[in-house]
């Protein structure tokens, strides 16, 4: 599957890039099906884009958003994802937007595991595009290296929409898995600076140590385009 990869020198360009690119992935999806399913990365490097992407004229009633990963806190806990984009993007749309969390009431994400399932398969069975962020480790969502079910989560034939994870040493957290945002149209993968571009570089010229990184998963299948957008 192709791997289209788009350098900027700045990070004004790059948001500009990847929010034009988006905003056609959605308008497609809409014209062809009259809704648009899509699921955003946490953290910090994506936040500008979702604040740009919330001052868009949409039709946000016919888009419904979830979250590639969550950690399993209160949703108004700073670590929380579903806080994060609560601030920069549902508190400007309204109550138009469709939001589907990850996080339920479960004491614990394996305890809360088969409801998320529930709720995503209910209300989202596919996708149609996808924001993905990378770690210096080569994790995305969270797919994490060390993680104990790293295969399960990278089962390209999974059923499984979601799985608990409990990354050594960090809080345990909720994650999509591959084969689910596999069924998106394309993933957008937004990164920056040196250190994350070399992982990516290693992948896509098939270095034999690029294969400890989760990413490289991603980057070979043959299933969903990946266009990768990146700045210093």
Known sequence: MKVNFNSYSNPDETLQAIKTALLSTIEQSIKAKDHCAIALAGGGTPQPLYRE??????????????????????KDHNDSNENMITQCMLNQVG????????????HSATEGQAECEWSLSTHLKTLDSVVLGMGDDGHFASIFPDTDNL????????????????????????????S???????IYLLITGDNKKQIIDDVL????????????????QQTCPVHIYWNV
């Open 53 to 74: 992407l919330s001052q868009s004229k949409l039709p946000w009633y016919k888009l419904k958003v979830t979250l590639t990963d969550e950690r399993w806190v209160p």
């Open 95 to 106: 109550q138009e937007l469709r939001f589907i969390p990850l996080k339920n009431q479960a």
């Open 151 to 178: 295969n399960a989560l990278l089962d390209q034939s999974s059923q499984q929409k979601c799985m608990a994870v409990s990354p050594p040493g960090k809080q345990q957290r909720m994650s999509l898995t591959l």
């Open 180 to 186: 689910y945002l596999l069924t998106a149209k394309v």
């Open 205 to 220: 010229s098939k270095k034999p140590s690029s294969q400890q990184y989760p990413i490289s998963i991603l980057l070979n």
